[in-house]
């Protein structure tokens, strides 16, 4: 989650810091022209504060480790234990900018950073306070003001969290609506293209021959189903949010639904391993929908020929397999494989992406899941042969 650091990567952050050195560097400098001021040890701090800040600018941070700038905030803490001595042990001085370095910690770091830096920040505070003999009353207000200036760090960087979490979010939804729409015109363009050149050969030769005639007529038909299909889908997406997808399940025969699918989708170079008599209770056309955007996920990412297998997995369940024999699935990509919003944002199939399968898969009290093949990969959708109660709605998950 914390893989960047801060809003905008460590060289956002080193800026952050060197704007705040150069801060405290010129109120260093100011402090010299103000009556009985200890110039030297001013002068100390301003150079320090202007170098701290210096690397802050200029040092290449984006080839260092992400976490890197934590040692800015180290030097910040040096420079405030010097001040704080210097001072004759007052604190109150250097205090603001303690809290002020800890905010920028909140920022720019994970809470663990801060709460790494407790301890320092305790010794930066209290060691200068007992080497200038301060009562122990003012010790101790170190048990009071390191946790506040911790826990003003861990707040921000709570807050930053949610805030970073809230942007991926609408970024993701932004994503996804931007895949509906290029669905809509890549999956629609091309059976309405077909449609009506089908109706156009109808309109123009009208001594075609019966056969031909009703070739055309078939072709069409299957085109404009296609498009129902997939505005059935799209409509399913709301249906599962919403936990109210219906399902109307029948026995499906295996192999013949199989067929379909592939029938349905361009370019599938499909082998069909499917005892003939198989079945399974489920709603067909959810069933299909599940199968076609398995087979064009595996013609899309993966390489021929594809497999589509099924079998029993135990006396109550059935295993229905779609395989390819491509690259595989990048393991940084397995986790977010089923995600809401995962995926690359592109979009080309009747299906809606492999949330939407495990979802309908779930609804009929099954599940989907990925395996990784030799070469290729592999998705088991696993149905329970008897189906879910009838009617059962869809809960949406994840």
Known sequence: ?????????????????????????????????QPHSRTRDLLVVAVADFGIAAAAWWVPWQRLH???????????????????WAFGGTASGTGPFFVLLFAWVGLHHPPWIAYALAPLTATAYVVPLVATHQPPEVVGSAVVFVPVVTAVAVLIAGRVRQWRDARAEVA?????????????????????????????????????????????????????????????????????????????????????????????????????????????TADPDRLEQMLVNLIGNAVRHGAAPICVSAAAADGSALSITVRDHG??????????????????????????????????ARAHGGDLTYEPADPGARFVITLPQQGPAQGKAAQPNG
């Open 1 to 33: 989650m914390w893989r960047r650091t801060g809003f905008d990567g460590s060289v956002g952050a080193a800026r952050a810091a060197a704007g705040l050195f150069l801060l405290a560097g010129v109120l260093a400098v100011l402090g010299i022209a």
């Open 327 to 360: 690259r595989g699935v990048p393991e940084a990509s397995v986790g977010s494989l089923f995600s809401r919003y995962g995926g690359d944002g592109s979009a080309h199939s009747v299906g809606l992406g492999l949330w939407i399968v495990r979802e309908l």
């Open 66 to 84: 992400p976490r890197a700038t934590v040692a800015l905030a180290v030097a910040g803490l040096a420079v405030l234990a010097f001040s704080t």
């Open 172 to 280: 993701a939804a932004e994503r996804w609506r931007a895949s509906l729409m290029l669905t809509l015109a890549h999956d629609v363009r091309s059976p309405l293209t077909a449609v009506q050149g089908a109706l156009e050969l109808l309109d123009e030769d009208a001594d075609l021959p019966p056969e031909r005639r009703a070739r055309l007529t078939a072709a069409a038909l299957r085109q404009v189903a296609r498009i129902a299909r997939l505005a059935s889908g799209l409509l399913d997406v709301g249906r599962v949010e919403d936990g109210v997808l219906r399902l109307d399940l029948r026995a499906v025969p295996v192999r013949a639904a199989a067929h379909d699918a592939v029938s349905l989708t361009p370019q599938a170079d499909a082998v069909i391993d499917v005892d003939p008599g198989l079945t399974v």
